[in-house]
């Protein structure tokens, strides 16, 4: 709607005429993106060696719209400001010139601010190595507008006498979960405190100073200065990350939504909402047929029309009522009406374009708080703030999604994306022969009932019986034929089994004791630990060798 080389007189419906032609329809081809399955294997797609390229074709590709090339200067000088501000408060940014920062390309990833695995943060880690690899800054967005699942972390522990592992829960509040992670405080500081002295007793039996120690020094220092859980946590997390060498800046995205840049960005998609709804939902049933998806929730929710009410792509809350609601929009006149249907309601007048950002950005505060959906959020990023937005796994399959949305209502090529994520397991497991295992007493059981003469040197078998069962197998009946014999041979197998049945009893008590074990040795070699089990040089060492 908004185009930013526009004079402030520029009307909604000349601003309109900015965007590009209509790019050709075309069949879209979904990349499945597979974690790895072994310990110290990464997924990087495209690789390393192609991040430069792929940042000055994105570049050059987001130079040709005029739609965005200005808002693009203006969000991304904020950003940076931004980021350099909100880092700062916590850990040294001394590294970064901001003059040589704005002028760089950007890299950007982005994450709940929540104790992830291991191999999500790798991403981190290749966020900081590529942006000195490619001369760029590093921006890491602190997705603070999902919903918290709850207040504990899963960890595995292993029972010292049956040496069977096993979950356990470990909580770093009372209660939480529910609302947005900007909106978590915590509840019960003695249980915060506490956290990681009850993480490294869970994992004592199996894995030696695990690295919650030195980020629990980090989350202690941060609750003091926040207050907030979902801020504690990505602030100890990046402050880690700093003593590593790690040279990124970081920023929540609800700092992002504070600007006039993403004022602008949204108020293009509502002041075309019907259009962009229409685009939204064709995307995303697109994707389920392709996908074979059933649910009609997956990968996101079609947008809901009511009356000249259509539902946005954004959420709305605030300090006094946390639970997010969903943003709805209408046209009147000149206006655009932006409502959750209930107490909340702005009024923007859309005719001169940037006065209406401001005013947005104005109405917005503590108590009325404007965020985007999920395929929204990296939309932004990637089309507005960034030149290069690395997902992981999840994000790369979903944001295939946003990429069919923007090519439909933006009519332009979207920016590539990079996909990185790695496995890493737990050190110092032994080899895992549960398969293997598994199938030879599943097959022993099996034998004990339909060839018993498989154990005629371990017990002692009826002479009579065997030989009646030779004579069944040499003389097979032509098909069509064999109703007789087959039940004489069920009779025989029934009558050799029977001595058996002790010893199958046996099996089938130690096939028990072995599912446990091979569900206790699964637990173990999960790439899905988080990262504050794991000793801080391991995790090191392990992403070192994926990016060289």
């Keep these: 709607m908004l185009s930013a080389e526009e004079s402030e007189s520029t009307t909604l419906e000349q601003s309109q005429v900015t965007r590009g032609p209509a790019q050709p329809t075309r069949t879209p081809e979904f990349h499945e993106y597979r974690a790895p399955r072994e310990h110290g294997e990464a997924l990087i797609s495209p690789s390393l060696s192609q991040a430069s390229a ?44 901001r003059g040589a920062a704005v002028d760089r390309p950007i890299l950007m990833a982005g994450h709940q601010p929540a104790i992830f695995h291991a191999g999500v943060w790798f991403k981190n880690f290749a966020l900081s190595h590529l942006a000195g690899a490619t001369g760029s800054t590093a921006v890491n967005l602190v997705i603070d507008n999902d919903v918290a699942s709850g207040s504990t972390v899963r960890v595995p522990t292993l029972d010292p006498e049956t040496r069977l592992a096993a979950y356990r829960l470990i909580p770093y509040d009372r209660a939480g979960g529910g609302v947005p992670y900007e909106q978590t405080t915590i509840d019960d500081r003695e249980v915060f405190d506490r956290f990681d002295s009850e993480v490294r007793e869970a994992v004592a039996t199996l894995v030696r100073q695990p690295c919650v120690t030195q980020l629990w020094k980090h989350a202690r220092t941060a609750i003091e200065r926040c207050g907030v859980a979902g801020c504690a946590l990505a602030q100890a997390r990046h402050g880690l990350e700093g003593e590593l060498g790690l040279r990124t800046l970081e920023l929540p995205l609800g700092v992002v939504c504070r600007n006039a840049a993403f004022a602008e960005f949204v108020l293009m998609i ?16 697109g994707y389920r047929k392709a996908h074979h998806i059933r649910s009609s929730a997956h990968p996101v929710p079609d947008l809901a029309e009511d009356g000249d009410w259509f539902e946005a792509p954004l959420w709305i809350y605030g300090n006094d009522s946390p639970a997010r609601k969903a943003a709805w929009a209408r046209m009147s006149d000149d206006e655009i009406v932006i409502s959750d249907r209930g107490t909340r309601e702005l009024r923007i007048d859309v005719r001169y374009p940037r006065l209406a950002a401001e005013k947005l950005t104005s109405l917005l505060g503590p108590n009325l708080k404007l965020r985007p959906r999920a395929l929204l959020t990296t939309m932004y990023s990637r089309l507005v703030l960034s030149d290069l937005f690395l997902h992981g796994i999840g994000g790369g399959k979903y944001d295939q999604l946003g990429d069919m949305i923007t090519r439909s209502f933006f009519m332009i090529e979207p920016p590539r ?23 030879g007493l599943q097959r022993a059981i099996r034998d004990t009932e339909y060839q018993p003469e498989r154990f005629a040197d371990r017990f002692e078998l009826d002479s009579g019986a065997m030989r009646r069962k030779q004579e069944l197998l040499a003389a097979v009946p032509e098909r069509g034929n064999r109703a007789q014999w087959h039940q004489e041979l069920e009779r025989v197998n029934q009558e050799l089994s029977r001595p058996l049945q002790p010893f199958r009893d046996q099996l089938r008590d ?18 899905e630990h988080p990262f504050c089990v794991f000793p801080l040089n391991y995790l090191v060492e392990t992403y070192g060798p994926l990016l060289r």
């Design 54 to 97: 792929l940042i000055r074709d994105n570049q050059a590709l987001l130079r040709t719209h005029a739609i965005f090339d200005s808002l693009r200067s203006r969000a991304r000088g904020q950003l940076i400001d931004d980021a350099i501000r909100y880092t700062s408060s916590y850990r040294d940014v001394s590294w970064l010139d």
């Design 270 to 285: 509502l002041g075309e909402l019907p259009r962009f709804r229409r685009c939204y939902n064709d995307a995303a049933q």
């Design 510 to 527: 130690q096939l028990t004791a072995a599912r446990r074990r091979a569900a206790s040795n699964s637990l173990l070699s999960s790439r």
């Design 417 to 439: 994306f990079m996909v990185v994520s790695a496995t890493v397991k737990l050190p110092g497991l032994p080899a895992d022969n549960s398969a293997e295992e598994l199938r």
